[in-house]
């Protein structure tokens, strides 16, 4: 049916007006109105360059696919019963009811724009709008009423989002599309960890929104590694420029509600743009370049340490700290304690297959803890990668630790080792989201908290050890992972050297591997004889003193 330059009024009757059951509804410029309580019903096409008039409805109901182009102009009502879909060609407004009874309608890069006080009506996981493009559903004047936008980034999943917004009323626009992207609309897709949906609000008016939100997802739609029981909705942040990157905080997270599909909610945005649900890759980053130095490894030579662990392929690709190999350093009591444990790294870093030494290869892991100002409470950990230079790195082996889902501000930062004394920063320091801290304790005593000491050591001031006259590194040796270096004396660390099963007492017994008493780092145990680790625990880090106690700074 073509209609052009002529008025024509569909009354109701009590039964359908117009029944275009094969043919296309094209309206050319003409007057097409359509009264209350009637409906067209087209199995075709439609195309139109006006407004449909009336408040009657139009009912999509072909066989196979149709073709809709309104040319942004608008339907008072429209039911969707097709369940061969609905292709938008070009935009359109509703003013009236969207119901959804079969099929989908697949955007691309149109929208469909609602009126403010438009419904969306049975919309389900098999019925929505498909945002397979650029489009999006705009819903005007969106105020503290929520709003649920029933959209899915695909013909087979359905990422509807509810949206209220306590500020000031605006036209709000979203759409779903698949990945999660590093950038936000931008960058790279992350592989892990998230809902594999991004949700890209618009507003129509800078400014002045407050919106409270609540995304919905199913098990299919998480990636590897993803976590229900701690996760939450992230906005990727554009400006100011310290702001920028996603912004999710460990303490904005929590549980998924729901047994599938899954939710989480979040109030308080300001900004609009990406939005997606995770932890780790969605955390707010916050970057720190720490350098230290390991006494067991060290070379004074060269000014570096061994990484024999590498060439040996002993370290671990998952950090040691959650199990026995790495003694008991991750802090388990505090709740917020970030991403910590369980880091991965690939082999090809830790491992010899990483080449000849360099630099930058890998010693071993170490753990980095966040601590808050106030009280010296751990609040965040991160288990990171050490190279032959000192430098701490994240576990690519190259970028800074990302101690993410923390804000900016000031803070102390602890790094400890498996077999040597943790050291502390001995005054806070600015921490940022898109730039560096860099900090060398290495350099001199005062980079350092003072351990705590007994009182028959009190005179005992280094709070670690000087391995050449410019450079200090942590004291090693601490094979029973606790918080003191004892050679003798309860659970004095000579003995965890001399018991170490595989040795099964003998002191002249070689063990090869990764143990917590391979206090020099060569991948060897040995007890006496040449390169021995008793040599370092004795001679080296005691002075001869075998009473000497160095407890580890309460941190």
């Not at 989201?433 to 280094?462: E, I």
């Not at 965890?496 to 002191?507: D, E, M, T, V, Y």
Request: hydrophobic share 40%; net charge neutral; glycine share 10%.
């Amino acid at each position: 049916m073509k209609l052009k330059k002529l008025h024509l009024a569909l009354m109701a009757c009590g039964i359908a007006v117009s029944n275009l059951a094969s043919a296309q509804l094209f309206i050319d410029q003409a007057t097409f109105t359509i009264q209350s309580g009637a409906t067209v019903t087209v199995q075709g096409d439609v195309t139109s360059n006006v407004d449909i008039q009336g408040t009657g409805k139009v009912i999509l109901k072909g066989t196979s696919n149709q073709n809709v182009n309104m040319n942004g102009f608008s339907i008072p009502n429209v039911e969707i019963d097709n369940a061969a879909n609905i292709t938008l060609t070009g935009s359109a407004k509703v003013s009236g009811d969207v119901l959804f009874t079969n099929g989908k309608v697949l955007l691309g890069n149109n929208t469909v724009s609602l009126a403010s006080a438009a419904t969306v009506t049975n919309a389900t996981s098999a019925k929505y709008f498909v945002t397979n493009g650029t489009g999006r559903v705009i819903k005007a004047a969106l105020g503290a009423t929520a709003f649920t936008f029933p959209i899915g980034n695909s013909t087979t999943s359905y990422n509807p989002l509810t949206v209220a917004n306590t500020g000031i009323a605006d036209s709000i626009g979203a759409r779903a599309s698949a990945t999660v992207l590093s950038q936000g609309t931008a960058g790279t897709a992350f592989a892990k960890e998230v809902v594999n949906n991004t949700w890209t609000l618009t507003e129509a008016v800078a400014g002045g929104s407050n919106l409270n939100l609540t995304a919905t997802w199913n098990a299919g739609d998480e990636l590897v590694g993803f976590d229900r029981t701690r996760t939450g909705i992230s906005n990727y942040i554009t400006a100011p420029a310290a702001n920028v990157g996603w912004d999710l905080l460990n303490s904005q997270t929590a549980a998924a509600t729901g047994a599938g599909p899954y939710t989480a909610s979040r109030a308080g945005f300001t900004s609009v743009g990406a939005f997606a649900v995770g932890t780790r890759p969605v955390l707010s980053p916050l970057l720190f370049s720490p350098k230290v130095f390991l006494q067991g490894a060290y070379n004074t030579t060269l000014d570096r340490m061994s990484d024999a662990l590498r060439i040996a392929n002993l370290i671990p690709t998952t950090e040691p700290y959650s199990s026995a190999v790495g003694g008991t350093l991750l802090s388990a009591s505090n709740a917020t304690r970030g991403s910590g444990g369980g880091e991965t790294a690939a082999a090809a870093v830790v491992g010899s297959g990483a080449g000849a030494a360099t630099d930058n290869t890998i010693v071993d892991w170490v753990l980095v803890q966040l601590h808050r100002t106030s009280d010296n409470v751990v609040i965040s950990q991160r288990a990171a990668l050490l190279q032959r230079d000192g430098d701490v790195v994240d576990t690519d082996g190259t970028s800074p630790v990302n101690i993410a889902g923390n804000a900016a501000g000031s803070y102390f930062v602890s790094i400890k080792h498996r077999n040597h004394i943790g050291v502390r920063m001995a005054a806070s320091s600015a921490l940022a989201k898109t730039t560096t801290t860099n900090y060398d304790f290495s350099t001199g005593l005062g980079q350092a908290l003072t351990p705590v000491l007994p009182a028959t050591n009190a005179a005992m001031t280094n709070r670690y050890a000087a391995v050449t006259g410019t450079r200090y590194s942590l004291w090693g040796g601490n094979g029973n992972a606790n918080a003191g270096l004892r050679y003798a004396g309860p659970a004095n660390d000579e003995n965890a050297l001399l018991n170490n099963a595989p040795l099964s007492g003998n002191k002249g017994t070689v063990a090869n591997g990764y143990f917590l008493t391979d206090y020099n780092l060569n991948g060897i145990v040995r007890y006496a004889g040449p390169n021995n680790d008793e040599t370092i625990l004795l001679n080296t880090i005691l002075l001869g003193n075998k009473g000497t106690v160095i407890s580890q700074a309460t941190f």
